[in-house]
């Protein structure tokens, strides 16, 4: 028999073993940790800027233009895009599940060249940026002023300067953008009067300028061909592009046939400022700018979010005085309380496991066996996850919970069929017990590991996003059958050899009694099942009513993709009648902000005012607040949660009449859309104006809420 190699070589089931186990162990250390695994659809973002356009403007000259020649690329699922006010234009192309995100953005880089001889000189000129996005958002880092001495602009440019790059080139982070990250510039307000009293446009400054602000290449003096050597070479450099706002001032619009000039001073005022104050950032009501830290496909969200932290800190002493930092809405901490919590589970789940096989069989020598049995199994199986790509996360940390029942009963039937041998044949060695027990469950391990695989193997074909999200689940438990039946069939029967004994009479004591009435109670359900099995039509109706019963259950409990969790933050929208203009939507934003900081639980409130993060532009009317929560240990009551925090915003908000309130939950899986809930698109295919859609919108969104199924559309 197969198992006799092992029986009579237990070094050898002992090496295979102990390589399987480090192996895991191995993988262990380098497998990404998360809390759901990596089932977002790839994204590839389009952005371009239509300086001075509307909304339909840019629908128009630039969505229609890209749209037409992006459409169809390879992998596409869908795509979304939208037109801000401002002249912005973002398309989100999304691609099938397990594209090469790198290779989907060349595709759309592609089609994009093919579109931009069509787009106006403006847009193309400001340059059309296609990126694969990180969809992701890890956590915020908030910059912010201790005191006045720092003003919002400072914020942002220092930022910019020195903090940006160093958060990108953390290891596992995809990108690190900033909202309302407005640039220094040199500011020229125009004054109309004297620009009409010169018969001077707009665009005659701006080619001044143009012609003026600009580096030279002027070259060099005695380099070859010379005739005479002059014994030096000098790289000739002049006054290259201009620096401060006087310089800017000075320069010459237009030369009069009289010998005046009339220079940028004299039709307007230059000033050095931000180059635009659209979207404003706070936090707690201080002037502030937030980083957005989003993670990179397969990263390690743990370690990268401890990367980024470290690498904060470690800029911080060369702060200027009066800034500080805040890491806001961390979603690496719930991940790492549910994979704590997780594995506080499985290790409880093994122990138990441990305590049941020992009053079972009564024997701390049997008992060994499946204690170094079952984590080979579990542990092994982290090597395998890893090769595919797989990642630490509560799905598959949840398989090996469920496995760990499974693959502790190849080892107890290993055990018990060794020591019903040993019990009926007292003269057998251990060795020789198990030789003749292996020879007749062999058949019945291979049966069993069968049956179990043909469960949970079809699994792992499940289409779409539910079939991505139980993959791991489905290769996690199967992989650790598979390792505990090789161990059954290698390394049980070698122990088994080794540490049991012949038995010498019955079990006496506290486990003597256990033993009695687990029998007990075995010959009293093989009285019962005896009982059954000449009742078939009754058993039949039994069986009938389970799944009729089963069914009816399936059809009453509400169905989900993924329950909504506490994740110690949460997202709320501000939004003011269209064309409100900032001023406004500030004002309404501080109100926000201070009924946010009078909830139980609320440890921040980061604000960005002039920006939507639903629509992901900027708009004048908008704005969204990130909430971060004070840490599970401090909130342990229902008024301290996040569902809690949300219900209160919503009925609070509703009694702002200048604005409307949305609150929202962040998403269960990270990526998949702006919050928890769904997303409905309307799409007009008609050629309706924008103002019937949006009146079919509203009238759509009105309807919604009158369903007591929904809430908050």
Known sequence: MFADIFIQRPRLAGVISIVMFLAGLIALTRMPGEQFPDIVPPQVSVVAVYPGAGAEGVEQTVAQVIEDKVVGVDDMIYMSSTSGADGTYILNISFEVGTDPDIATVNVQNRVALAEPLLPSEVTQTGVQVSKKSASLLLGVALYA????VSGADLTNYARINLLDTVKRVEGIGDASMFGSNQFAMNIDVDVDRLDALAITPGDIIAAIRRQNEQAAIGRVGGQPVTEDPGLQLNITTKGRLETADEFARIIVRANEDGSVVRVSDVATVTLGEQSSDVTTTFNGAPSTLIGVYLAPGGNAIAAADGVKAAIERASPSFPEGMTFEVVSDSSEFVKDSISEVEHTLIEAFVLVVIVVFIFLGSLRATIVPLIAVPVALVGTFAVMLAMGFSLNTVSLLALVLAIGIVVDDAIVVVEAVEAKLAENPELTAAEAASSAMQEITGAILAITMVLLSVFVPVAFIPGISGQLFQQFAVAVSVAMVISAINALTLSPALCAIILKPHHGPKTGILGRLSAGIDAV???????????????????????????????????????????????????????????????????QRDVEELLLSLPGVDSVTSVTGFS???????????????????????????????????????????????????????????????????????????????ELATVARGLSIAANQDDRLAGV
Do not use: W
């Open 146 to 149: 201790k005191n006045d001495s």
């Open 522 to 588: 075995r010959d009293r359900y093989t009285t019962v099942a005896g009982a059954l099995a000449r009742r078939a039509v009754l058993c039949l109706a039994l069986l009938a009513g389970a799944i009729a019963l089963t069914g009816g259950l399936f059809q009453t409990v509400p169905s989900g993709f993924l329950p909504a969790e506490d994740q110690g933050s949460f997202i709320v929208e501000t939004r003011l009648p269209e064309a409100a203009s900032v001023n406004r939507t500030v004002t309404a």
């Open 613 to 691: 993060i639903l629509d992901g532009i900027a708009k004048s009317n908008a704005a969204f607040a990130l909430v971060t929560m004070a840490g599970f240990e401090e909130r342990t009551t229902e008024e301290s949660s996040v569902f809690h925090a949300i219900e209160q915003t919503m009925i609070r908000g509703a009694a702002l009449r200048e604005a409307q309130v949305i609150a929202f939950n962040l998403p269960p899986i990270a990526g998949l859309g702006s919050g928890s809930g769904f997303e409905f698109q309307l799409l007009d295919t008609q050629g309706r104006t924008a103002e």
